[in-house]
């Protein structure tokens, strides 16, 4: 499984109420964060998810609650938590210095939860497309407006202490009906027609429409004065020289629309004099930071119009080039047509990481062997894991032994101690060690920014492939470089079986002819207790070998099984209830020719095995002067290691 790390958006129904026995305006609101439902991205958090280690712990030391997933902007925090059958459910505090939220709650207008998280487990069902994450962490819970699950909306009638207290609220919300509107007299069971006067309901129109211009008329007058009240509020608080000056360079500029070197003469005394004090420079601050914030905003909002391959061409271009993002002409001229000539700096600063994204996901779907396994973050490139293999057996002791005559230092076997016999603690270390894959393209000297940014797809697709097919081969067989100078720095599930003996299938290139389903059967035997439970294993096959399964009469395909097949990347079927897939990272070469020793198929138990991930796929560029080229190199880091060393891993072997 790969790591990733993604904001999710389920919005599910919340309930909020006003905090009791407090009087500093909180509110509290009660809802699940995470519903077990598929999202419009085609994501689903299990509702286990939440209960495993790791899931909420770190979130729960500090609990804070946001607006927007703006880390800027926290506005509460979850005072309580559980996991049910729906998914993951809080009770959040909204603090009184929330200011508009809190109403923004009570009216109805933000309506929703949004979680943040780290993925640590999922799978991947490439026919439906679903996403379906199984491990993760929490990062944070925000209070959001747009939903990703249309299944998601929630109510505030418990924002209120009874329901009488909710129907009086939601009143000012909803325009009810009158009789002298419907004109329909409710005191009968039966609605009887009666001729229609013309004159009368047109007298009825006329006075309708009048009542309501009047209304219209006096709502824009409480509405114009109470902006001239706000006005005359606002400016009885701007009590400090430099907000005096602000106001009256505004008034200058936009009401009278004098040049700013007019305006500045106009307000020469009171900018002088503020400049002495300090006062203009935080009063310029803060409009300097208010009027970012919008722009940075807005700015961020019509980047959005490039899509992904035009993001990654123009990353691709600025690497190869050797300039910033927003200084090649791709950008320039989107700049230009989409009108934002006067953009915020930043506004590239999330592409990389979009780009990386794209591929570890593109890459996943490629990945066969490798999705099998748990994947665990690295901080450095070798970790060391504690484990706790089997400890050996407790020891019956002798009645005649209950109340020992020898000193402690003589009972040193089972025959003698009255406590059993002594044992060494087990407890070992397995460590993790991040070995680097790289690839790389070439790009000629010639090449245009254009036809670099047209090539950043495939040259995407060119690096997912390579790097799927790479980290494939070395978890099955750690075959790494042929060379004079090999190295195969992750040693594979097909050697890694020390403590198991191998079957085999006799015949050399002929070994078709002597496939049974009793070298299944063995297999699992020969992996002692790992072997028991079929639902705990996998049996990665070969092209080869997976055509000879077919003619076995206890394979069933995945059609045949229907709903009992699990959603695995690659699942063809299942023997005696083991999962089989099909991958192409077997040495086909040697199947085909029998040479003795090729393994034609390996069975595994995932559980006891993980993968360590340093990072993600990073990309670089440079100039190959000698060769007249420029250079694409993308890497990743990552670790792949057994739990119980030897275990839980059998080979089907060629033999003469």
Not at 43 to 63: E, F, M, Q, R
Not at 217 to 223: D, G, P, T
């Amino acid at each position: 499984m790969l790591t990733r790390e993604k904001v999710l958006k389920l919005y599910v129904p919340i309930e909020t109420k006003e905090a009791h026995g407090e009087e500093d305006n909180s509110l509290q609101i009660t809802g699940h964060a995470s519903t077990n439902d598929e999202d419009r991205t085609g994501d689903i958090i299990v509702s286990d998810a939440w209960k495993k280690s790791g899931a909420l712990d770190s979130y729960l030391k500090n609990p804070v609650v946001l607006a927007y997933h703006d880390p800027s902007r926290p506005i509460g925090k979850t005072i309580g938590h559980e996991v049910d059958e729906k998914g993951l459910k809080i009770t959040a505090k909204i603090s009184k210095a929330a200011g508009d939220i809190i109403e923004l709650i009570k009216e109805g207008i933000l309506s929703a939860f949004s979680v943040g998280f780290m993925i640590k487990d999922a799978d991947f069902d490439n026919k439906s497309g679903i996403f379906i994450i199984k491990e993760l962490e929490l990062l944070e819970v925000s209070v959001v407006s747009i939903p990703a699950n249309q299944n998601a909306l929630f109510s505030i009638e418990k924002n209120f202490k009874n329901a009488d207290e909710y129907k009086e609220f939601r009143k000012q919300f909803i325009k009810e009906e009158s009789e002298e509107t419907l004109m329909v007299d409710k005191t009968k069971d039966k609605v009887e027609e009666q001729p229609i006067d013309i004159a009368s309901l047109a007298a009825q129109i006329k006075a309708l429409v009048k009542d309501d211009m009047k209304a219209e008329e006096e709502a824009a007058r409480k509405a114009k004065e109470a902006e001239e009240a706000e006005a005359k509020k606002v400016e009885a608080t701007a009590t400090t020289a430099a907000e005096r000056l602000i106001a009256d360079l505004r008034k200058e500029l936009v009401e009278k629309e004098t040049s700013l070197s007019e305006a500045l003469a106009e307000v020469r005394d009171s900018l002088k004099a503020n400049a002495e004090s300090g006062d203009l420079e935080k009063a310029f601050a803060a409009e300097r930071k208010n009027k970012m914030k919008f722009v940075d905003d807005a700015d961020r909002n019509a980047f959005k119009g490039l899509d992904a391959d035009k993001k990654d061409g123009i990353l691709y271009a600025s690497k190869i080039l050797g300039v910033p993002a927003t200084e090649t002409k791709t950008f320039k001229d989107f700049v230009v047509k989409s009108g934002m000539e006067h953009w915020a700096p930043g506004v590239t600063g999330e592409w990389e990481d979009e780009y990386s994204t794209r591929v570890q996901n593109a890459l996943r779907e490629m990945l066969v062997v490798e999705n099998l396994f748990t994947t665990i973050p690295m901080s450095t490139p070798t970790l060391n894991m504690p484990i706790n293999p089997e400890a050996g057996d407790a020891t019956w002791v002798h009645q005649s032994r209950f109340r020992s005559e020898l000193a402690r230092g003589d009972e040193t076997t089972a025959d003698t101690a009255s406590s059993g016999e002594a044992q060494d603690h087990q407890l070992t270390e397995q460590t993790l060690i991040a070995y680097k894959l790289a690839t790389r393209e070439y790009i000629g000297y010639e090449e245009e920014e254009d036809s670099i940014v047209s090539l950043a797809p495939i040259i995407r697709d060119a690096v997912t492939r390579r790097m799927a097919r790479a980290s494939d081969t070395a978890v099955l067989r750690g075959t790494g470089v042929t060379t004079t100078a090999s190295f195969d720095p992750i040693l594979g599930l097909t050697g890694r079986g020390a403590n198991t003996t191998d079957v085999t299938v006799a015949g050399g290139a002929g070994w078709e002819a002597n496939v049974t389903e009793d070298a299944v059967v063995d297999m699992r035997r020969n992996l002692g207790i790992y072997g028991l439970d079929p639902s705990q294993l996998v049996l990665i096959v070969s092209h080869d070998y997976y055509y000879e399964l077919m003619k076995l009469g206890n394979f069933k395909t995945v059609d045949v099984l229907g709903d009992r097949a699990t959603i695995i990347t690659g699942q063809v079927g299942a023997i005696f209830g083991v999962p089989v897939l099909v991958s192409q990272a077997f040495d086909n070469a040697a199947i085909t020719a029998g040479t003795v020793g090729t393994p034609l198929a390996v069975m595994v138990r995932p559980s006891n095995f993980v993968l360590g991930s340093l990072r993600g796929i990073t990309t670089e560029a440079d100039k190959d002067i000698v060769n007249q080229k420029r250079v694409i190199v993308s890497s990743r880091r990552f670790a792949f290691q057994d739990i119980i060393t030897g275990e839980a891993t059998v080979n089907l072997e060629i033999a003469s």
